[in-house]
């Protein structure tokens, strides 16, 4: 398989992981009326993706490529991740991509329990020969269009507009590529504490429609 086809095919947001339940944290927002519209929403992704995407997720699929073990970086991940309905989200998203993987792709499964939809991205990624840098791009771009079709349904916002925020977007994943390219292991799963803060608080909304 190229490495093109199967970005494509592992970054669309139709893929079923089980994305299209989750706000990761962006409903929180919404209840406080923070988001209301495509440019408050683009505001929030762009942080979500300098801070939650460049330190946890790029930073753990760069150092899977660099050879680090991935049972331990996915001890780190998972307990790096405060939020209890984000981490139960990262964990089945993530065994979804795995069991993709393996029955989908043939790509061997393996024997790490612990799952982050990050580091499966970048060892089926891996698998196929895609570069480093190359898979980033495509976990990131995948994460950010999934977020925007649920922003297109939660707030909602139009796809036109979607289409815009998916647009901007693209600088911020490059940007996030350059940044992940200077940090330290030591950085792995910093955080904006406001982010996590509202993740958290999203547990007790009395009514929501996104499961984390």
């Known amino acids: 398989m190229r490495p093109l086809a199967l970005l494509l095919q592992l970054s669309d947001s ?19 009326e923070e988001i209301r519209d495509a440019e408050t929403f683009s505001a929030w992704l762009r942080v979500y993706i300098a801070n939650q995407l460049t330190f946890t997720d790029a930073l753990a699929m760069r ?13 780190r991940v998972v307990a790096g991740t405060m939020p209890a309905q984000l981490r139960a989200a990262d964990i089945a998203m993530a065994k979804r991509l795995r069991t993709i993987g ?5 790509v061997p499964s393996p024997e790490v329990e612990l799952a982050h939809p990050a580091l499966e991205f970048a060892r089926i990624a891996r698998h196929y020969g895609v570069p480093c840098a190359d898979a980033i791009v495509g976990h990131l771009t995948g994460t950010a269009n999934t977020l925007v079709q649920n922003a297109v349904r ?4 139009g796809q036109s507009d979607g289409q815009r925020v998916v647009t901007a977007s693209h600088a911020w994943i490059e940007r996030a590529l350059d940044v ?5 292991e030591a950085d792995l799963g910093a955080v904006a504490p ?19």
């Open 180 to 184: 992940v390219a200077t940090l330290e």
């Open 194 to 212: 406001g982010l996590e803060i509202a993740q958290m608080q999203h547990e007790k909304l009395r009514a929501r429609m996104f499961m984390s």
């Open 63 to 75: 150092l899977l490529y660099e050879g680090a073990d991935e049972a331990e970086l996915a001890e």
């Open 102 to 106: 393996s029955d989908a792709l043939g």
């Open 14 to 32: 139709a893929l079923p992981t089980g994305g299209f339940s989750h706000s990761f944290g962006f409903e929180q927002y919404l209840f406080r």
């Open 154 to 157: 939660g707030i909602p916002i």
